[in-house]
Antibody, heavy 119, light 113 residues
Framework: VQLLESGGDLVQPGGSLRISCTAS????????MSWVRQAPGKGLEWVSG????????YYADSVKGRFTVSRDNSKNTLSLQMNSLRAEDTAVYFC?????????????WGLGTLVTVSA | DVVLTQSPLSLPVTLGQPASISCRSS???????????LNWFQQRPGQSPRRLIY???KRDSGVPDRFSGSGSGTDFTLKISRVEAEDIGVYYC??????????FGQGTKLEIK
């Protein structure tokens, strides 16, 4: 199993960014996926999760209305569109494999991509 | 939201000695299907988190048997029978029973005395 995140960058407050995760080594279409972030020197925070089909998506209150998770099962890709970015969104964003259902299995993690929100 | 409270937050341990981390939940983590979705993760310095234990006590493949998980309901424990140098890092508990959101404990930093 491999999860490779990309797209992290330096963005100004109020700006937008899209990060992605390319999955390999497992049947991507069969598993739910999540994004988890870690601010510098801080703990882990779940951000968003999406069902295997993409038909259901869930968000932490801290990002609801600003972030949108999506997946392309034909390309084994998970994405997170982040709008209205704030300084407190600065973090490493990890792509995480869940189980066949959204139950927080979190058995595989990517290396992460760094998003920095600063003027 | 379910709040997970870990203790201690810092754990200095002598090599070869046991270590224990507690994770207490603000609500029962028993799912309606009878399972308890409580996981433990290890994050070594500069690395991504790695799952060690799932569903309270099931050890992941490749995880040394010195790691064990136990507990039920709202009280859970991760034990290391004999700490080795490679065990240095931060340990997190996480629940997947009552979501959204999935929630993590604050993390416990294990260091060698």
């Amino acid at each position: 199993v491999q999860l490779l995140e990309s797209g992290g960058d330096l963005v100004q407050p109020g700006g937008s960014l899209r990060i992605s995760c390319t999955a390999s080594g497992f049947s991507f279409i069969s598993y739910a996926m999540s994004w988890v972030r870690q601010a510098p020197g801080k703990g882990l925070e779940w951000v968003s999760g999406i069902s295997s089909t993409g038909g259901s998506a869930y968000y932490a209150d801290s990002v609801k209305g600003r972030f949108t998770v999506s997946r392309d099962n034909s390309k084994n890709t998970l994405s997170l569109q982040m709008n209205s970015l704030r300084a407190e969104d600065t973090a490493v964003y990890f792509c995480v494999k869940d189980g066949q259902w959204l139950l927080g299995d979190f058995d595989y993690w990517g290396l992460g991509t760094l998003v920095t929100v600063s003027a | 939201d379910v709040v997970l409270t870990q203790s201690p937050l810092s754990l200095p341990v002598t090599l070869g000695q046991p270590a224990s981390i507690s994770c207490r939940s603000s609500q029962s983590l028993i799912h309606s299907n009878g399972n308890t979705y409580l996981n433990w993760f290890q994050q070594r310095p500069g690395q991504s988190p790695r799952r060690l234990i799932y569903r309270v006590s099931k050890r992941d493949s490749g995880v040394p048997d010195r790691f064990s998980g136990s507990g039920s309901g709202t009280d859970f424990t991760l034990k290391i029978s004999r700490v080795e140098a490679e065990d240095i890092g931060v340990y997190y508990c996480m629940q997947g029973t009552q979501w959204p959101p999935y929630t993590f404990g604050q993390g416990t930093k294990l260091e060698i005395k």
